[in-house]
C-alpha cells in the first residue's frame, strides 16, 4: 500500500533515509516537511511495516525529488517505480518539470530515474563527499 507518510512513520523514514545518507535525521526535519505544506513524504507499506519512502518538494510546477529508499530486502519489486508514479500523480497535471541530483557512481537510481524519462542535465562537481552528482531532469509536455 501507498499512502502519504504520518508522524508515527518518522523513526522508520528516518532508519532507511540513515542507509543513504548517516547524516540524514540531521539534514531532513521530517515532522517539518509533513507540515510545510509543499514537501511530499510517501511510505510504502508491505507485510505490516514501511519498506520505502520518497521525499520531494512541489512548488507551483516544479517537483524536486529529495530521497528515495526501498530496504535491502526488498528491492526490484517495483517499490521505487511506484512510489515515483504516485510523486507523479500527485503533482497532478500542473506538474511540468522533475528534478533531482544522484551520485554519478549510483547506477541502481540513475537506471531507475532513467526509466521514467529523467535525463543528466549538469554535473555538479564534488557534490558528495566522494563522488559528483549528475542534476538529472524530467520535462512534461
Ligand atoms: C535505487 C533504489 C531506490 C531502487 O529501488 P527498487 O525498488 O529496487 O527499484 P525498482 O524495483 O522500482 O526498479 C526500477 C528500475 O530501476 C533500475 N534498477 C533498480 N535496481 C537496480 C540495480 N541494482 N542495478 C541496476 N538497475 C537497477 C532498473 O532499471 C529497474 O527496472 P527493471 O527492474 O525493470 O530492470 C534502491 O536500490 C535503493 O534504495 N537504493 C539505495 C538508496 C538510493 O541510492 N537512493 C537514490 C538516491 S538518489
Redesign the pocket.
Known amino acids: 500500500m501507498i499512502r502519504e507518510a504520518k508522524i508515527f512513520d518518522i523513526p522508520r523514514i528516518n532508519e532507511?533515509g540513515e542507509?543513504?545518507n548517516p547524516n540524514f535525521r540531521k539534514v531532513f526535519n521530517i515532522n517539518e516537511m509533513l507540515n510545510d505544506g509543499y514537501s511530499k513524504v510517501i511510505v510504502y507499506e508491505k507485510d505490516d511495516k514501511v519498506v520505502?519512502f520518497i521525499s520531494g518538494t512541489i512548488l507551483y510546477d516544479t517537483c524536486d525529488?529529495l530521497?528515495?529508499?526501498?530496504?535491502?530486502q526488498?528491492?526490484?519489486?517495483?517499490?521505487?517505480?511506484?512510489?515515483?508514479s504516485y510523486l507523479i500523480s500527485e503533482g497532478g497535471e500542473n506538474l511540468k518539470l522533475m528534478t533531482?541530483?544522484?551520485?554519478t557512481k549510483?547506477?541502481?537510481?540513475?537506471?531507475?530515474?532513467?526509466?521514467f524519462g529523467f535525463e543528466v542535465v549538469y554535473t555538479r562537481k564534488n557534490y558528495y563527499k566522494d563522488d559528483d552528482a549528475y542534476l538529472m531532469a524530467r520535462k512534461s509536455e
Open positions: 532507511l542507509l543513504l520505502g525529488i530521497d528515495i529508499v526501498v530496504d535491502p526488498y528491492r526490484r519489486k517495483n517499490i521505487a517505480s511506484n512510489l515515483i533531482l541530483e544522484v551520485a549510483n547506477i541502481p537510481a540513475i537506471n531507475l530515474y532513467e526509466k
